[in-house]
């Protein structure tokens, strides 16, 4: 059976860590970083890849655009 | 099953299923962290992309936190006097008709001084699209009172809540321009959640697409936040605008053409 795979990679630098990606994830894919980039902010970092489907959920809602979705069927 | 497929392998240009639309240019938004301005930008110029009408899009921004929209759109855009986009969008359609004009303003912009403008734009059925962002609160210049604010929500200007009979009540904008014979599709969205941006999208292109056939106004108000403004956390304002604003502010379509 094919399974669909994703993965994401996020613009650190310009994401602000406001979280929404976290909560729209169905995937609990997505965390945010106990990292800051150079404007402090706690940015958004893929922590459980292998969960991914690249529903692409996380970056329809991000206000920024900073996450990019990449999807292979595998 | 056995998976051993690495991210390396997935992360390929083949493979790319979303990125942000070139159409939004790479500066950063000047918007607060979770704030509906930033996904609303991100839609409208995803359509503009989708249609290929980059170069045919005028879009209108008035005060307001929407103010410094041309930095992040990379189409046309004119800045319009507080609360006058409705007006300066008409001359631009009037005299490029074949444009597509859109207005973008908030709620202190749209409900407050514009009152007059977004009416009679709309009552003489004028061929734009108004994007109206609604979070209940002048965000810009520090969470004041706006007329959309709801009974009973603290702003910078009613610190014990907006009480109704002294502040009046809270006004609808997209209820009263639904009642005009010039609007041709009215509707409210928001853009918190993945299946609402989608929502939204569909109905921003429809938008675009009536405006195409000389249809008149097409109206659509997103429910939005204000985390900032409102003193919240970004998801948590998304939770309290479910919780609060919704009920108010119902999502849905309030006028659609016959077809």
Aim: glycine letters at 10%; one cysteine or more.
């Amino acid at each position: 059976m094919a399974k669909v795979r994703g993965a994401i990679v996020v613009d650190i630098e310009k994401c602000k860590g406001c979280g929404v990606c976290v909560v729209a994830c169905p995937a609990s894919v997505i965390e945010l970083s106990p990292n800051v980039n150079s404007k402090g902010y706690h940015y958004a970092e893929p922590v459980n890849h292998d969960a991914c489907t690249g529903c692409t959920n996380c970056a329809v809602v991000c206000p920024d655009g900073v996450i990019s979705v990449y999807r292979i069927k595998n | 099953m056995a998976d051993n497929i690495s991210i390396e392998e997935i992360i390929k240009p083949e493979n790319l299923v979303y990125a942000k639309t070139g159409v939004m240019t790479d500066n950063i938004t000047s918007y607060c962290p979770g704030c509906g301005h930033g996904t609303t930008h991100r839609i409208i110029a995803e359509i503009i992309e989708e249609m290929g009408i980059q170069s045919e899009t005028i879009g209108v921004a008035p005060v307001g936190c929407s103010v410094l929209m041309y930095n992040f759109m990379d189409i046309d855009i004119q800045q319009a006097a507080h609360g006058r986009a409705p007006a300066v969008a008409t001359a631009i359609k009037r005299l490029l008709p074949e444009k597509f004009v859109f207005t973008y303003q908030g709620d202190g912009d749209l409900a407050a001084i514009g009152t007059a403008e977004t009416i009679h734009a709309c009552n003489r059925g004028e061929n734009i699209l108004i994007v109206f962002i609604n979070n209940g609160i002048y965000g810009m210049t520090g969470g004041q009172m706006a007329p959309t604010t709801l009974e009973g929500m603290k702003s910078s200007t009613s610190p014990y809540g907006r009480d109704v009979a002294m502040m009046g009540n809270p006004l609808k904008m997209t209820d009263i321009v639904a009642t005009l014979p010039g609007t041709y599709y009215v509707t409210r969205q928001s853009v918190h959640k993945p299946g609402n941006v989608r929502k939204s999208k569909k109905a921003i292109r429809k938008a675009l697409e009536y405006q195409k056939l000389n249809k008149g106004t097409c109206f659509i108000e997103i429910v939005s936040n204000c985390p900032s403004g409102w003193k919240m956390e970004p998801v948590e304002s998304n939770e309290w605008m479910e919780k609060n604003m919704f009920p108010f502010y119902p999502l849905g379509d309030l006028k659609v053409p016959a077809e």
